[in-house]
């Protein structure tokens, strides 16, 4: 399998390559936080994949550096959690999606290294993607540009495709200027596109289903020939129920996350994102070598991956393209 890497990187220079002697050198145990999204005692690829990267820049868990994992379950109990994480003085806190904007509410001068999936400039949480300002920096998951490799990749599959289904969270930062360019990557192919948001609850699990039953119902009535969900922590939750609905649909489906076609949609094409979480490591070490947040630009992702799920196209029917077989990163079977 073909695996390709793109690089989008803003401001490269000030993220150049980290001096690992320098963390084994540090006489200090120094403290990482991290503020995920799920329950107190849960676990997450995404910690591993911090833990992997800081273990790279020299920053070993007993030696010099101790990680304390923190969880909310959402806007509810977020600000709660992390007035508790500040308490033991981190020198530097990992925030994953919508933790974000907990810290941020905390007004502290405490640096954060964010992992967010809408644009964090819209999202008031840096004034700039080169010039961060402030104590947030970190690095944004929203990739404009692929929106339309996603709907190239559905009409290579289904060329009959002329109209386009998006379901979509409008409370997501950046989910505005998505739409936009989903609009203008959709009338280069000759493509309808129809919205339909799906206002959530603010917290997870999602416990209740009856504002996305009502969308999906609506999205059935569509006439629609295919479905594109944008990603975010909240719709992966509900990721399971629209999988299962795309199919029941006869509507081949894409996501810009992996784990969307791992769960039953029909492919995916976007960042890596453990990969972007261990990337984050490289943010932390500039910092706790003394490299203030607003220094360092918020970059987007360097590798993308396409990702199939061959059980879901024999549900729909439908055949891989080789030549798009052999392009996926992954495939499901």
């Known amino acids: 399998m073909e695996r390709r890497t793109f690089l989008y990187l803003l401001g490269a220079a000030a993220a150049a390559a980290p001096f690992p ?3 084994q050198q540090s006489t200090r145990t120094r403290r990482v936080a991290w503020l995920g999204l799920g329950r107190a005692g849960g676990t997450s690829p995404y910690v591993e994949s911090l833990r992997d990267g800081l273990r790279e820049f020299g920053w070993i868990e007993g030696r010099n550096l101790t990680i304390h994992l923190f969880w909310a379950t959402g806007r509810n109990d977020m600000e709660a959690v992390a007035r508790e994480l500040l308490k033991i003085e981190p020198d530097v806190v990992v925030t994953q999606e919508l933790m974000a904007y907990a810290m941020r509410a905390m007004k502290s001068p405490v640096p954060v290294v964010f992992g967010f999936s809408g644009d964090p400039v819209d999202g008031k ?3 700039s993607f080169a010039r ?3 104590t947030m920096t970190g690095m944004s998951y929203l990739a404009l540009d692929l929106v339309g490799k996603r ?3 559905l009409k290579e599959w289904v060329p009959e495709t002329k109209r386009l289904a998006i379901l979509a969270r409008p409370q997501h930062p950046g989910d505005p200027k998505e739409r936009q360019a989903s609009e203008a990557a959709a009338a280069k192919f000759g493509v309808e596109i129809v919205y339909f948001p799906y206002v959530s609850q603010s917290w997870l699990p999602i416990s209740e289903y009856g504002a996305l039953e009502n969308v999906l119902r609506d999205i059935a009535n569509s006439r629609s020939d295919a479905l594109m969900v944008f990603p975010d922590s909240a719709m992966f939750e509900v990721n399971d129920r629209v999988a299962q ?4 649909a006869k509507l081949p489906s894409v996501s810009g996350w992996a784990p969307f076609a791992r ?4 492919a995916s094409y976007g960042p890596n994102v453990r990969d972007l979480y261990r990337s984050l490591a490289r943010f932390v ?9 607003a220094d360092l630009p918020v970059e987007v992702p360097t590798k ?3 990702v199939i799920n061959l059980k879901t196209a024999k549900a729909l029917g439908l055949t891989v393209p080789p030549m798009l077989l052999a392009r996926a990163d992954e495939v499901i079977e």
């Open 263 to 266: 769960n039953g949609l029909l």
């Open 245 to 248: 609905f795309a199919i029941e």
């Open 285 to 293: 070490d500039r910092i706790l070598r003394g490299t203030k947040p």
């Open 304 to 306: 993308l991956e396409l």
């Open 132 to 134: 961060p300002g402030g």
């Open 151 to 153: 709907i190239e990749l």
């Open 125 to 127: 949480l840096v004034e």
């Open 21 to 23: 002697a320098l963390a």
